[in-house]
């Protein structure tokens, strides 16, 4: 009796299990912080301390636990003193030249009295991108720091902030009064940061990424919001932020610094009406710029969000010493499983994870073929018929048109981008002509230059600038094969409309397709570079290296990260720029400069996981006339509505663009991620392996969060339920058939294709935009760096015919010479 | 003819008639004996490959194109998948290397004695993909000689089952110069694989491999089935085989019979029926090893 209770007791257990999970899953962990503080500025007056202005600072930060390298926040504040003088750019010390901005820095260390001071946030551990930022000198009376009632004596000496002083090296008079808030690395190092020299490395001039600290911009309404990109030790060494090194985003507004009596210079309150811009970068009133965010009265009024990193991305790799099992394929996974792997690499029940980025169509072949155990991919593949194949929907995401594009007049980022197939057909064909290079390219000289120049980007997208942009005449792709460019391009190829312009037809504003793309067939897994043009160029630099124009201007690159990172930079890839490093130096094409903050044009093919990662804006795609859809769980559940079972391979799921386009809100962009291996003969050890990854990454996986095996913004949980129950029980039904590779060869797979491949002798090396510039290259056709033909030599091929001519000469003259020479002697 | 008589047994004659007029040291005799032997062997090597090799060619090459017509006639010449080695494959002329060469499958040296061979992992002429042709420089008809003369532009065409390809050079390669671009789809291309020397000899002494490509121009035929995917050391360019060691080595056996034979028969038979007996049976044992022995020699030779 007591026995079948305990049956009982464990089903039900294990059962309320199976129920927990699905529903933890559910409740997605809030780690928004708000705080809210009382920050002043105050004068003394009569030798009394009078509180001049006053304001209550309520700063939300949206999410701050988990954090990875180059995650952006949403900062949003209300309560500020509204700003003045808004400059072009809030990052770095660009941002300087502002009134009663808000600071916002990431420092390391927590506010916390109970700590150590080695754990604890100051200045010095606040992270600035320049000098100026951190060291001030000039003469006496505009050394409002020194008058600061709030500070320390020590810190209103003449000379403060370093001991002792240094004599030279800072940019400083020794007449001057100075003051430097060194920076403290998280190594123990002391950089003075009074020069550009004595700047932590990070900081150099040219540095890798562009300033991230900012000195944001408090509209009238005293409301502000701006979203920050955090750094990790990965990126910035000196500062250290990571799952073990506490760090805190630290928000100033400033108020301005407070004065001791009868200063006129430190009561300065603003030259720049509040909302007003300072696109001249004009000088400001010192005392309420966000030069003086280190006084200890801005200081005092700081807000300190504490935030919390994510386990480093090399975690496995240090503390786990197995070989990982590697699973190829798919990008548009990587944010998943960059948040997966540790969940199986720290778990020694577990095997251990690994997510290795290639071409869908290279990963199935290398599963096919039995060299991996499992591949990533996402669309119907070809099969090999012996080999038969189960996929397992793993994760729902998609492709996302990510933008970044300024608005005018210093206006801020323009929001909600909609753009039509035909838009995408138009960038992709390269039918704008970028500059007047382009335009000299025959058949289509009078397209506009970029498609803010296009009215029918102009009528969906209203108040843009029309200032013509190489940048905005190109959309940032791919280089090369995935079914990201399949899904784009049968999205494209669907539309009447763009199907219609690439086949040649104009639209009702005139403009034609590039004829190098005219009747191009879609959709294609690659983007192929077609346009060969080579404009008349202008400059010495250009003719002389004589490169085709458009190609340049599409460079693609080979991983959607880093069309993720070129957006969240404002630096498109555009290789134009024409110079040479030093006059000895040959000349060649190389990137364009990063676009500056205020006039950034810039869009790009990204996945929805580094989007929601880096706080990338979406673009709105059109699916039927009026609609525009923009990439979110419900748009992404709904075109999972929209797929098919395949009746042929186990667990395939199938989307058509047509099928898509029947759904109004469904996002055509959305892909799903399957886990495909054979079948049939994968080691059994490893065929566990491929099994547990589909049921822990099909439960465990699912739930929403930002910790070690939790799924990340932008991906659509497969859960039981609603649209995507399908999808989970196929799913369930491959890891049971991978899991006992008894598969037997598909009856209705389709026929390889035949092999065509050329001879192993043949090497070729990936194409990048660099390489396409050798003075080999012939005009007018793209060039692709290729190996050197290796000397194959044979001294026996050589030798032999010599060696046997020589031979039977000598040999027959000598033999009788011989003889006589012997007869003769004997004769004697 | 003399040659023959010479190694078997007319240097020992003719000694032997000096004898009387001043007696030679043994030792001397023993040396310019062998000596004299060398000479005819290498000499008898240089006509083989040399002309001899050439009028097989040309034998091989006639022979080769008959069932080459009869095959296209009857449409079963091969077009893809794995094609017996030594069975024409195509027909290839160009305006450099003198009139139309039927090209065979394989590229091993002893594949490669009736003409061009046709690397047998790649494609056939025409078809997607480069297709590899190798062809010998010095011996054997020398269909590779003038390689080199190739100028880009000029046209090459096959004809093989699928019907006739045209290509046109676009240029001659040697070690250090860069590889052709990738093919995009459905491209074709065909690369002529030669060798030549330096020097004076340099007819002679092909040491460094040397290739011709020529880009598809005319449509590309649709691919055949899969070829092989790898081939032996034999059959890549200087490739040589020691296989045929055993072979060789019956060979050479057999002419050392043949002397045993000669040294018992003549004092019976006389110089002249032995002489009558033995030179077609050594004429084709020699003919047989020199053969064989190509296969030790480079491919491209």
């Not at chain 1, 790009?604 to 990338?616: C, F, K, P, V």
């Amino acid at each position: 009796m007591t026995r079948i209770v305990r049956f009982l007791f464990a089903g039900l257990l294990t059962l309320a299990l199976v129920n927990v999970v699905p529903l933890s899953a559910d409740a997605s962990e809030d780690s928004s912080v708000t705080r809210t503080k009382k920050v002043s500025r105050t004068f003394e007056i009569d030798g009394e301390r009078v509180t001049v202005s006053e304001n209550t600072v309520k700063v939300t930060v949206d999410h701050t636990k988990n954090l990875r390298g180059r995650e952006r926040v949403q900062i949003n504040w209300s309560g500020a003193r509204p700003s003045g003088g808004r400059a072009s750019s809030p990052f770095g010390e660009r941002a300087m030249a502002q009134e009663y901005p808000v600071v916002i820095l990431q420092c390391r260390g927590v506010d916390d009295e109970s700590l150590p001071a080695a754990e604890r946030l100051s200045q010095q551990t606040c992270w600035t991108s320049t000098s100026q930022q951190r060291f001030r000198s000039s003469s006496e009376r505009l050394a409002i720091w020194r008058r600061d009632p709030y500070a320390a004596a020590a810190e209103r000496t003449q000379k403060s902030g370093i001991d002792p002083f240094p004599t030279s090296g800072c940019d400083d008079a020794p007449s001057f009064s100075a003051r430097a808030i060194g920076f403290i690395a998280a190594s123990g190092k002391v950089f003075n940061s009074c020069s550009s020299d004595s700047m932590a490395p990070e900081a150099a001039v040219d540095a890798a990424l562009p300033p991230a600290e900012q000195a944001a911009f408090t509209g009238t309404d005293g409301t502000g919001s701006t979203s920050f990109e955090v750094r990790t030790a990965t990126e910035n060494g000196s500062l250290g932020c990571s799952d073990q090194v506490a760090c805190s985003i630290v928000v100033i507004p400033i108020e301005g610094v407070s004065c001791s009596e009868g200063d006129s210079v430190c009561q300065q309150s603003g030259r720049f009406a509040p909302g007003s811009s300072n696109f001249a970068s004009e000088g400001v009133d010192a005392a309420v710029s966000p030069v003086y965010w280190w006084t200890e009265s801005n200081w005092r009024n700081r807000i300190s969000i504490p935030v919390s990193f994510g386990t480093a991305p090399n975690v496995c790799d240090v503390l786990d010493s197995r070989a990982p099992t590697a699973f190829y394929g798919s990008e548009l996974i990587s944010q998943a499983a960059l948040q997966w792997a540790p969940a199986y690499c720290l778990n020694k029940k577990r095997f251990k994870f690994q997510h290795n980025r290639m071409s869908d169509e290279a990963a199935f072949t290398l599963m096919e073929k039995g060299e991996a155990p499992a591949a990533l991919v996402s669309g119907r593949r070809e099969q090999d018929l012996a080999q038969p194949v189960a996929f397992a929907p793993t994760a729902i995401t998609s492709f996302a048109v990510t933008y970044v594009i300024d608005r005018p007049e210093n206006a801020g980022e323009y929001e909600g981008l909609r753009l039509t197939p035909r838009l995408l057909a138009k960038l992709l064909t390269q039918s704008y002509t970028g500059s007047s290079y382009g335009a000299q390219h025959p058949g289509m000289g009078d397209n506009p230059r970029s498609i803010n120049q296009d009215p029918e980007f102009r009528a969906l997208n209203p108040g843009l600038d029309t200032i013509d942009r190489e940048a905005a005449a190109s959309l940032l792709s791919l280089s090369e094969s995935s079914d990201v460019i399949t899904s784009l391009t049968s999205y494209i190829a669907n539309d009447a409309e763009a199907s219609a312009f690439i086949a040649g037809k104009a639209d009702k504003w005139g403009m034609v397709v590039n004829p190098s793309y005219a009747k191009l067939k879609l959709p294609v897994a690659e983007w192929p570079l077609l346009d060969t043009f080579v404009p008349k160029y202008e400059l010495e630099c250009q003719q002389q290296i004589k490169t085709p124009y458009f190609t340049q201007l599409a460079a693609p690159v080979s991983s959607l990260r880093t069309i993720a990172e070129a957006v969240l930079d404002g630096w498109p890839n555009v290789q134009t720029k024409c110079d040479r490093a030093s006059s000895s130096d040959p000349y060649r094409f190389g990137r364009t400069d990063r676009q500056g903050v205020g006039a950034r044009f810039l869009i790009g093919i990204a996945s929805l996981g580094d989007a929601e990662r880096l706080g990338l804006k979406t673009a709105g795609l059109r699916t039927s006339s009026n609609t525009w859809v923009v990439p979110t769980e419900k748009s992404m559940a709904a075109a999972i509505s929209t797929s098919k079972p395949s009746a042929s391979v186990p667990g395939l799921f199938e989307m058509t663009a047509k099928g898509l386009a029947k759904s109004p809100a469904a996002y055509p962009g959305t892909m799903i991620i399957s886990t495909a291996a054979r079948t049939s003969g994968v080691e059994p050890a490893t065929a566990a392996k491929v099994a547990q990854f589909i049921k822990i990454s099909t439960s465990e996986g699912q739930r929403r969060g930002s910790s070690n095996g939790t799924l990340p913004d932008g991906f659509l949980p497969i859960v039981n339920s609603g649209a995507t129950k399908p999808l989970y029980a196929a799913a369930q039904k491959s890891a049971v058939l991978i899991a006992a590779q008894k598969g037997v060869p598909a009856q209705s797979a389709l026929p390889g294709s035949g092999d065509t491949s050329t001879p192993s002798m043949q090497v070729i090396t990936p194409a990048d935009p660099d390489s396409q510039i050798q003075a080999g290259a012939k005009p007018g056709v793209t060039m692709v760096a290729t190996q050197p033909t290796a000397a194959n030599t044979s001294r026996i091929g050589r030798l032999t015919l010599p060696m046997l001519l020589v031979l039977c000469f000598t040999t027959a003259a000598a033999a009788p010479l011989l003889r006589r020479f012997a007869r003769l002697r004997a004769a004697h | 003819m003399t040659t023959i008589s010479n190694t078997l047994a007319g240097g020992r004659a003719r000694t032997k008639s000096k004898v009387q007029a001043a007696p030679l040291q043994t030792e001397v005799a023993v040396l310019t004996d062998a000596m004299v032997v060398v000479s005819i062997v290498c000499g008898w090597l240089l006509l083989q490959l040399l002309v001899l090799g050439g009028l097989s060619y040309d034998r091989a090459q006639s022979i080769g194109y008959d069932q080459f017509r009869g095959e296209l006639a009857a449409a079963t010449a091969p077009v893809g998948g794995a094609i017996e080695v030594g069975a024409p494959v195509a027909i290839m002329s160009s305006n450099r290397l003198g009139d139309s060469q039927v090209v065979f499958e394989g590229t091993a040296p002893t594949q490669m004695l009736a003409g061009p061979g046709h690397r047998r992992d790649t494609v056939l002429p025409g078809q997607p993909g480069t297709a590899v042709l190798f062809g010998r420089a010095s011996t054997y008809g020398a269909p590779f000689a003038s390689l080199d003369s190739f100028l880009p532009g000029d046209k090459i065409t096959t004809v093989t089952g699928q019907g006739k390809a045209t290509f046109k050079v676009t240029d001659v390669r040697r070690a250090g110069d860069p590889q052709p671009q990738p093919l995009g789809q459905g491209e074709g291309r065909l690369t002529l694989v030669g060798a030549e020397g330096t020097g004076t000899l340099a007819g002679l002494s092909p040491s460094t491999v040397q290739y011709v490509d020529a880009e598809l121009v005319s449509k590309s035929f649709e691919p055949g089935a899969s070829r092989v995917s790898a081939v032996s050391v034999a059959e890549q360019p200087m490739g040589r085989d020691v296989g045929v060691l055993p072979l060789l080595s019956l060979a050479l056996a057999g002419l050392a019979v043949l002397v045993a034979i000669a040294a018992v028969s003549r004092p019976r038979l006389g110089t002249a029926r032995t002489w009558v007996i033995l030179v077609a049976p050594v004429m084709a044992l020699s003919w047989m090893a020199t053969d064989l022995g190509m296969a030790l020699l480079p491919n491209l030779l």
